[in-house]
């Protein structure tokens, strides 16, 4: 019990801190590109493990065949997902970007359904559709404007890149258990760092120390640290014990608060916009999650228990 509900403040902060990536993508993207910006991000995180690398590494014997899932899983979510988000945001404004992070939770429903992971629940359905409402209706027409090419291109690499995170929550989540979170999220990102190191050195010509601005180092630090280990290590940790659909519902929060980051970076005013989106977001999470279940039941169960009485 304890666990499960360890499982969902892990994947609220974890939801939060992408929010803040978000940001810290959008900040220095216009430094470099987004092959070398994933892997130099990578590149951090796995530095950020290597410390611990020892203490987590399981004491059973790993078959060959469960490192090939790791490291397909690894490129895919560290690796290929990252560089997408990455090079949308090239693209489309952040607004636009956000709503195509909250098909997260879609995108991981229809997986998990068509390949027989979980059940398709009407309570699924609708905390999803609260979840994708609420993001839709903070950033409104401007998300959905479909006026130019380059919307086209940066929406395409944004659904693609979602897509891999939906594969990997929902057949990620069998390896997660068998090896620990913590052990396939840090070798994961190794498989994905070697994967994008001949990239980096096709795409610049060279993979050395990158020359960024002040700003740009904190960002890529906080991408390969908070936004990157630490948070996908806490994400990682919730897809163990929680189903994926309940897990990425949680990811609806990450554009509101990228929003939320820019009142108090940018001095934005909190808007009535952003109060109602937010109240669809968390009511999707509330009935996602099950929190709403158990009252339901309950209140189900006092009506049937209670003893009709007919008026004489």
Request: hydrophobic content about 55%; charged content about 10%; some cysteine.
């Amino acid at each position: 019990m304890n666990k499960t509900l360890f499982a969902h403040a892990a994947a609220a902060v974890a939801a939060l801190s992408a929010g803040g990536g978000v940001v810290a993508t959008r900040l220095v993207i216009g430094e470099t590109d987004p092959v070398s910006l994933a892997f130099y991000r990578n590149f951090v995180s796995v530095i950020c493990f290597a410390p611990v690398l020892p203490f987590i590494w399981p004491k059973h014997r790993i078959p060959l065949t469960e490192y090939g899932k790791i490291a397909l899983l690894g490129i895919l979510f560290f690796g290929f997902f990252p560089w997408a988000l990455n090079a949308s945001l090239q693209y489309i404004p952040a607004a636009r970007g956000a709503v195509g992070l909250a098909t997260i939770p879609i995108q991981t429903l229809i997986v998990a359904v068509l390949f027989g992971r979980e059940n398709l629940t009407l309570a699924k359905l609708i905390a999803v559709g609260l979840a994708f409402m609420g993001v839709a209706f903070v950033f409104g027409l401007e998300a959905i404007n479909l006026s130019t090419s380059e919307y086209l291109v940066g929406d395409s690499l944004m659904l693609l890149g979602v897509f891999c995170a939906a594969i990997y929550s929902v057949f990620g989540r069998g390896t997660l258990m068998r090896h620990g979170p913590l052990f396939v999220t840090a070798l994961a990102m190794v498989f994905a760092a070697l994967a994008l190191f001949p990239l980096t050195y096709f795409q610049s010509g060279t993979v050395g120390v990158p020359v960024l601005t002040r700003e740009g180092w904190l960002a890529v630090l906080f991408l390969g640290s908070v936004s990157g280990a630490i948070q996908f290590s806490l994400f990682t940790w919730a897809l163990r014990w929680l189903p994926a659909t309940t897990t990425v519902l949680y990811l609806t929060l990450s554009p509101v608060t990228a929003m939320l980051l820019g009142v108090f970076l940018i001095g934005e005013t909190v808007t009535s916009v952003l109060v109602a989106g937010l109240i669809f977001i968390l009511s999707g999470i509330l009935i996602g999650s099950g929190a709403l279940s158990g009252l339901t039941t309950k209140v189900a169960d006092r009506s049937f228990r209670r003893p009709l009485r007919l008026r004489p």
